[in-house]
């Protein structure tokens, strides 16, 4: 990253009260950016204060719905960077409400793209993307020629998503680019239940000392990574140029087996919880994806990004996180 990019720049965060984006705000406040948060505070998603809790005072909060074309356009005026982060993130939500995850994926996907080209300041546009685009693993590593094949709802209205956002830079030269965010922990995210990010939840699950609920055998292989690296992938993008009309693949290159993350989950908490094999329940295992192992080469090359951080070290920096501040999140 360049140090005085984003010094003065005014950069709007769509649902920068969750996991993502406020961790995109913790990166941006210190490099002398003017912060900008937009959340619709929506539940069951992971909106929190605590989220922002060192750095408040020093980023702007408008509560607001990114549905809400005529609010949003608003706050993205002026905007020189612009994250969208705001989701219903829910896999199975997506199923259960499909309308909804329409509503907010793709409406509310197009209104932020709408507010950038009518901005007039033409800021650039760095979605957050997901692996749920690609669907099931066909061949390893998957890169951007992988097929995609969605499982579900969200991993559809997703990959629309990221097609309004290209073909609005084909059509209106405006800056968009997208990173496919895969596996993702740390600190931040919510863990007030098991819809997602299912790494977090059970490191709740064992500081508590309870038992980790682990599906079938738990030998699916995942590709993790610990959000610091994801946030320095989101503002590299909004940074190079190279990035505008892209999108790529994010990930550690690296499978580790879900009852292994969970056993390193076991060693850094040190409780006496266990694992608990259990059967799949149906729902769960019919949008399940299996082994997912991402290659990082486009995002290595084109933006020059690398993972810092490994595995152990992100497991113990977020065990530490939740132990100090339970009563905000469990
Ligand atoms: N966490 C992951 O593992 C992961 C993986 C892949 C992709 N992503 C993507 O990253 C983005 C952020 O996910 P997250 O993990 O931070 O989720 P999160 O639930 O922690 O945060 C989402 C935030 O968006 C807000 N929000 C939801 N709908 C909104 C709307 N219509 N208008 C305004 N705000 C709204 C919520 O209030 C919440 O604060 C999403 O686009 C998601 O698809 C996340």
């Not at 995850?101 to 509310?108: K, L, P, R, T």
């Not at 099931?136 to 590593?141: I, L, T």
């Not at 030269?173 to 239940?193: D, F, M, P, W």
Request: glycine content about 10%; proline content about 3%.
């Amino acid at each position: 990253m360049k140090a005085n990019y984003f010094s003065g720049k005014n950069v709007l965060v769509t649902g920068g009260l969750g996991f993502i984006g406020s961790n995109i705000c913790h990166k941006l406040v210190p490099l002398g950016a003017e912060v900008m948060i937009y959340d619709a505070c929506l539940d069951p998603y992971g909106w929190n204060f605590a989220n922002i809790k060192e750095i408040k005072g020093k980023v702007r909060f408008i509560k607001g719905d990114t549905r809400d074309a005529k609010a949003l356009a608003k706050a993205v005026k002026g905007a020189d960077i612009v994250f969208d982060c705001a989701s219903q993130i829910s896999h199975s939500i997506s199923v259960e409400k499909p309308l909804l995850d329409i509503e907010i994926n793709c409406v509310g996907a197009l209104n932020v793209l709408e507010a950038v080209r009518n901005s007039g300041t033409d800021p650039v546009l760095v979605y957050a993307g997901t692996r749920g685009q690609i669907g099931q693993m066909k061949y390893c590593p998957i890169d951007e020629s992988h097929p995609t094949d969605p499982v579900d709802m969200n991993g559809i209205n997703k990959l629309a998503a990221e097609k309004y956002c290209l073909l609005y830079h084909k059509l209106y030269g405006l800056k968009a680019t997208s990173v496919r965010i895969n596996n993702a922990y740390g600190e931040r995210c919510q863990v007030r239940h098991a819809d997602y990010g299912i790494v977090n939840y059970f490191i709740r699950l064992a500081i508590e000392g309870k038992d980790l609920p682990v599906y079938g055998d738990g030998a699916q292989k995942r590709d993790y990574l610990h959000i610091s690296d994801i946030t320095d992938a989101m503002l590299i993008a909004s940074e190079k140029k190279e990035a505008i009309g892209e999108y790529f693949m994010l990930g550690s290159g690296e499978g580790v087996s879900f009852i292994d993350m969970c056993n390193l989950i076991l060693s850094k908490t040190g409780g006496k919880s266990r694992l608990r094999m259990v059967p799949w329940e149906k729902g769960r295992k019919a949008i399940e994806i299996w082994d997912f192992i991402v290659s990082h080469e486009k995002i290595s090359k084109c933006l020059g990004w690398s993972q810092k951080t490994g595995i152990e070290e992100g497991i113990n920096r977020t065990v530490a996180f939740y132990r100090e501040r339970r009563s905000e999140y469990f």
